[in-house]
Each structure stands twice: as structure tokens, then as C-alpha cells.
């Protein structure tokens, strides 16, 4: 787990924080050494993907892998390649636009829903 949290510091690659991002955020609440490297990904410098990133990973660490929690962004969700978003009961999404952006194959599409 230290690697992916070393990793977290370099914001420069969108995939790369995402997957590492991702990987913290499947240790639950036992990725709490996380925390200040996922709260230094919030810098409003850095790109809204990797905060968004971020502020997922963040909720999956303090509430625990499959709890609810709340999730504040500009957008929705993003998923890359093959994959599940699982929105559970009980998790709010604050965001400017509700938007779930689904890419594969070097295809983005941007399905807008309002919530």
C-alpha cells in the first residue's frame, strides 16, 4: 500500500492517480496513511479529474469500501475502460454538473443526467 500512497504526490498523469487513487480507496479505512496525500490532490492547481479522484478516495477511506458518502465535485463520475459505478443508497453527489463520463477504446461520451 506505501507505494500507491507515494504515488498519489505526482498529479501529473490522470490515469496513474486514478488507478492509484482507486487502489487506495479498495483498503477502506486501513488507508488512513492516505489522507494528506489525497488532501494535497484537492489543490485547486491541480486538474478537476484528479481532484474528483481525490475526494472519491477520500470517502472511501474515511467511510469504508461500500458505505455511504458524500462526494462534492464539479462532475460526476469517470470510468475508464471496462468497470462498475456503484452509486449506493444513502451516498450524495454534489456537483455542478451530474455527469457520468464513460470512456473506452479512445471514446469519450458525456451521458448528462440531473439529479
Not at 59 to 85: C, E, R, Y
Not at 94 to 102: R, Y
Amino acid at each position: 500500500m506505501l507505494s500507491y500512497i507515494e504515488k498519489l504526490k505526482d498529479t501529473s498523469d490522470l490515469d496513474a492517480l486514478y488507478q492509484d487513487a482507486m487502489m487506495i480507496g479498495e483498503f477502506g479505512t486501513d488507508a488512513t496513511n492516505a489522507i494528506p496525500n489525497l488532501i494535497a490532490a484537492l489543490n485547486p492547481t491541480n486538474h478537476p479529474v484528479i481532484q474528483a479522484h481525490a475526494v472519491i478516495a477520500l470517502g472511501m477511506t474515511h467511510t469504508g469500501k461500500g458505505k455511504p458518502t458524500t462526494i462534492n465535485s464539479v462532475f460526476g463520475f469517470m470510468s475508464h475502460g471496462q468497470g462498475t459505478v456503484n452509486v449506493l443508497d444513502g451516498t450524495v453527489v454534489n456537483s455542478e454538473e451530474a455527469i457520468f463520463l464513460a470512456k473506452a477504446g479512445g471514446v469519450a461520451s458525456w451521458p448528462t443526467a440531473r439529479c
